[in-house]
Nanobody, 125 residues
Framework: QVQVVESGGGLVQAGGSLRLSCAAS????????MGWFRQAPGKERDFVAR???????YYADSVKGRFTISRDNAKNTVYLQMNSLKPEDTAVYYC???????????????????WGQGTQVTVSS
């Protein structure tokens, strides 16, 4: 069983920055693919970014150039640096871990085994 815990959400003005952190348990964290998703009220859970165990990254078009995903395997932690935030980035952000290998982009929620509880990000205009 892998536990996933997000932190770092909050309220920020448009144009500002936030860094989300996600701690995952397990001695094999370095082998997990890790992803971030977000869900706004009344909408589906959308892919934001992912990082493979190799360090390869992939982003949704809506955040490309503004968000950066990274990982620190020594700390069992993945980060999401969010810059130039927009009101439309407002959502609950979820971190997820995948213990399985896929050749895809890990952009679908079904490709992840374990999820955190989510952290609220609110961007005011």
């Amino acid at each position: 069983q892998v536990q996933v815990v997000e932190s770092g959400g909050g309220l920020v003005q448009a144009g500002g920055s936030l860094r989300l952190s996600c701690a995952a348990s397990g001695r094999t964290f370095s082998t997990y693919a890790m992803g971030w998703f977000r869900q706004a009220p009344g909408k589906e859970r959308d892919f934001v970014a992912r990082i493979r165990r190799s360090g390869g990254t992939y982003y949704a078009d809506s955040v490309k150039g503004r968000f950066t995903i990274s990982r620190d395997n020594a700390k069992n932690t993945v980060y999401l640096q969010m810059n130039s935030l927009k009101p439309e980035d407002t959502a609950v952000y979820y971190c997820a871990a995948s213990t399985k290998y896929y050749s895809s982009n890990y952009a679908r929620p079904t490709e992840y085994d374990y999820w955190g509880q989510g952290t609220q990000v609110t961007v005011s205009s």
